[in-house]
Antibody, heavy 126, light 107 residues
């Protein structure tokens, strides 16, 4: 079945970088965008950006431009999200999620995220 | 950026009751790209509704979605104990965004 399995929890000091992985299985990895979403403690979901594994094209949320780098390794069907210059308010659970895109004949597109990875806790603390 | 506002923030109901959750957009959103997710404590979000009104695979038919333009609704016709969770709406326009969530709690 389609599955996304993320790497384990990380503890980092302010100013450091973190790289989270997301191993995909059960579907053609290059055919679907992979997104990254984070959730600070007790807060809602925040979209960070996406990557096309087939082309490595990326779109980042303006808030994270310059600090986030999303990459993929098609040989291992793994997506990566690296966040640099970490601050305490980057403490959050980070999720990867596969985007489904359906383009009907009438035009437009249907888009949704399914499935999601289990999440990776990143704690930034001195 | 399209801002999604969900209401109420918290909804307290009993099993068997009907739940109506609202998601309003700051500008018109294509219904094609309006989705709802359910999140339980310590778990990843789970897709409930896509395309504003289509139930995801495995979602019971007590869940339904509706709406267009700037106003969307998730309805749970008869609440079961496992339905109590936080629900998020999400849209894709020129970018992606989520609502702040509605917590559905047991009264």
């Amino acid at each position: 079945q389609v599955q996304l399995v993320q790497s384990g929890a990380e503890v980092k000091k302010p100013g450091a970088s973190v790289k989270v992985s997301c191993k995909a299985s059960g579907y053609p990895f290059s055919g679907y965008y992979m997104h990254w979403v984070r959730q600070a403690p007790g807060q809602g979901l925040e979209w960070m950006g996406r990557i096309n594994p087939g082309s490595d094209d990326t779109d980042y949320a303006e808030k994270f431009q310059g600090r986030v780098t999303m990459t993929t390794d098609t040989s291992t069907t793994t997506a990566y999200m690296e966040l640099s210059s970490l601050r305490s308010d980057d403490t959050a659970v980070y999720y990867c999620a596969r985007e489904i895109v359906v383009v009907p004949a009438a035009g437009g597109s249907y888009r949704w995220f399914n499935p999601w990875g289990q999440g990776t806790q990143v704690t930034v603390s001195s | 950026e399209i801002v999604l506002t969900q209401s109420p923030g918290t909804l307290s109901l009993s099993p068997g009751e009907r739940a109506t959750l609202s998601c309003r957009a700051s500008q018109s959103v294509s219904a094609n790209s309006l989705a709802w997710y359910q999140q339980k404590p310590g778990q990843a979000p789970r897709l409930v509704i896509h395309g504003a009104s289509y139930r995801a695979f495995g979602i019971p038919d007590r869940f339904s979605g509706s709406g267009s333009g700037t106003a969307f609704t998730l309805t749970i016709s008869r609440l079961e104990p496992e339905d109590f969770a936080v629900y998020y709406c999400q849209q894709y326009g020129s970018s992606y965004s989520f609502g702040q969530g509605t917590k559905l709690e047991i009264k």
